[in-house]
């Protein structure tokens, strides 16, 4: 802990992911309006310091006049959301797979990570965009999809921590003792594999918010009227000359929180794992 | 080397077969039925249904419809489009080499860049320079690609009217087809101003899809370089008087190179990713842009096959990489044999 606050560019990107997770978590609060109710006679007015700009408006509204600071904010719920219940749904299954495959290498290991190998052979967005493809656009549907990209390198990462693990004198004075399985994998071997998928939970998390916003730019993802920073910047995309603010502001929002989320990745990391420390 | 190879291939069919069943599944899971969801609004009566679904093979049982699959993509039968009734196979050479030209020239300037930037932080650890090159780099791995195209349009092409909007080329000209290469099919053609339009359509694009793989190179440059600097072989190679030139390029990078190629085998995937969102921007005529348009318009017979092509480019890419770290590092030649786990 110590040597994460010590990391400077970490410790301020941990105010500001708060400062974002506060901004969600207050977003009915903090808004000024109804994130979807459209005031038809202010449509694309600019930002308050921008001539033409409203006070009633602080960061403008979009083309449809609705006012893009509780866009940007309800967005972050969203975002946020997303994040978070992806990374759990490919977390947990992949702890569970990757300690069952570690400790089953006859038949179940390999088997599970055939069926890994399949899905790791697409990148990430097209395998989001494959599974959309079947199940249709929508929230829930997006979580699904960015989960089953995140799957593979979380069972991959247990399987193979869990496996150094095993050899050790400890696991088997455990088995020694009478433990059973269940209580050898969860209770024995799962705490001394945690440090690499925090990591790469923290990691897995940023680029989960970075695809939601991929699939709802490209359409397949949280759909309209629902407030989604890539949504909101695929819809921009025609105003790009007449209102630049509808593009810049959902687009910042999106490069500040993920470089918020690496930055505390990176921290922790360095913190956990002190061999990596100084590369 | 070659030994190598058919082990790594051999690894590589059961990946590719459990591919192929995904792809084979993708139409069949689409809750509904099949043929409905691709007629779309028209009505049909139940012997056009009926006819479509022989002619489709969705008439015979489970495994035998798979089994064919199997067999029409041995033969390179990618099935046909539903909406231009064009061989999915010929659409598909139309609109890949743009893909190629793009991602090539995205990776191209990710090195060039990336590779002297990281190795210049590494020697000058510390210095301003060292801090500008890893926070630009920090920023740039962060950076969501579409919204950086877009801001780029915004100044490039709206701002300073310098490049065009989207497309490979400019309308007025008209380019034979002869490689699939804008640049060079326009360096081939005889029309004046035809490779330069080509390529200030390609440069806002290829920056774009760039910038992640740049900046994760010229991190990994540069963590690489600074373990390498350490090493004793490089005092000893100063010592003997070698020129400073020589000992970064022939001691040192040669042996940062290994980490650097796992990193680029990492980013392929990235670029076949971002390719699917620059396309898109862009309106870029690849087989990314082409993937989201036949989603949009239920072509599945293309979202098929472009979801089966981006895996196996995907797999053969990463077989070239693990080939070339035996180029790379002789060492591991022979541990590459070994399976993986």
């Known amino acids: ?279 | 080397m070659f030994r190598l190879l058919l082990q790594k291939l051999a690894t590589l069919v059961p990946t590719l077969l459990g591919v192929t069943l995904v792809a084979f599944a993708l139409i069949r899971l689409i809750p509904g039925d099949p043929i409905e969801i691709m007629v779309g609004e028209r009505r049909l009566d139940p012997a056009q249904h009926a006819a479509l679904m022989k002619r489709m093979g969705l008439d015979q049982p489970l495994p035998t419809q798979y089994f064919n699959y199997l067999g029409q993509l041995a033969q390179g039968d990618l099935g046909q489009s539903l909406v231009t009734r064009e061989p999915v196979v010929e659409e598909f050479k139309v609109l890949f080499p743009a893909t190629v030209e793009l991602a090539g020239s995205a990776l191209l300037l990710a090195l060039l860049l990336g590779l002297p930037l990281g190795m210049a932080a590494a020697l000058k650890r510390g210095s301003w320079f060292d801090q500008l090159v890893m926070a630009t780099a920090t920023v740039g791995n962060s950076m969501p690609v579409f919204w950086w195209g877009l801001v780029l349009i915004m100044a490039f092409s709206v701002g300073l009217e310098w490049t065009p909007v989207s497309g490979r080329i400019g309308i007025e000209y008209d380019v034979p087809f002869v490689s699939g290469f804008m640049l060079v099919d326009a360096a081939l053609s005889d029309e004046a101003g035809a490779w330069w339009s080509a390529l200030l359509h390609l440069v806002l694009p290829a920056v774009v899809l760039g910038t992640i793989p740049m900046a994760v190179i010229a991190r990994m440059t540069r963590s690489a370089m600074l373990e390498v600097l350490r090493e004793d072989y490089m005092r000893t190679a100063r010592a003997k008087g070698l020129s400073p030139a020589r000992v970064v390029l022939h001691h040192g990078l040669r042996n940062a190179l290994i980490p650097i190629v796992t990193v680029l085998g990492l980013q392929v995937g990235s670029l076949l990713g971002g390719a699917v969102l620059t396309e898109t921007i862009f309106s870029w005529p690849g087989i990314g842009k082409w993937l989201i348009d036949a989603i949009a318009r239920r072509d599945y017979p293309v979202v098929q096959a472009g979801i089966l092509i981006s895996a196996l480019i995907f797999m053969g890419v990463n077989l070239v990489v693990d080939l070339l770290y035996g180029v790379v590092n002789p060492r591991m030649r022979g541990e590459l044999g070994k399976d993986k786990e």
């Not at chain 1, 992949?94 to 088997?111: K, M, T």
């Not at chain 1, 990570?113 to 990430?124: F, I, K, W």
């Not at chain 1, 687009?251 to 590369?279: C, E, H, Y």
């Open chain 1, 1 to 279: 802990m110590k040597a994460f606050i010590a990391n400077r560019g970490a410790f301020i990107a941990l105010l500001v992911f708060a400062a974002v997770v506060l901004a969600a978590l207050l977003a009915p609060w903090l808004a000024p309006h109804d994130p979807v109710q459209q005031f038809r006679e202010h449509m694309l007015t600019p930002p308050v310091w921008q001539a033409g700009g409203l006070a009633q408006f602080p960061l403008g509204t979009d083309e449809l006049g609705r006012c893009l600071l509780s866009r940007l904010l309800f967005g972050a719920r969203v975002s946020l959301m997303i994040g978070v219940l992806s990374v759990l749904l490919a977390l947990l299954p992949g702890i569970v797979l990757g300690l069952v495959a570690a400790f089953h290498p006859r038949w179940v290991s390999p088997l599970v990570m055939r069926v890994m190998d399949v899905l790791l052979a697409l990148p990430g967005l097209l395998l989001a965009i494959g599974v959309i493809t079947i199940l249709g656009p929508g929230l829930i549907n997006t979580v699904i999809a960015i989960a089953v990209g995140a799957l593979p390198g979380y069972v991959r990462l247990v399987r193979g921590s869990a496996l150094a693990e095993l050899g050790r004198d400890y696991v088997t004075a455990s088995r020694l003792a009478g433990a059973g399985t269940l209580r050898l994998m969860f209770d024995t071997v799962l705490p001394n594999c945690l440090a690499p998928v925090i990591v790469s939970a923290t990691l897995s998390f940023s680029s989960a918010i970075l695809e939601t916003a991929a699939l709802g730019f490209l359409g397949l993802g949280v759909q309209a009227p629902q407030p989604e920073w890539g949504s909101m910047l695929s819809a921009a995309r025609d105003y790009i000359e007449r209102a630049p603010w509808v593009v810049t502001l959902p687009g910042l929002s999106i490069l500040v929180t993920v470089l918020a989320v690496n930055l505390m990745g990176d921290g922790l990391r360095d913190a956990l794992d002190p061999k990596l420390r100084q590369a």
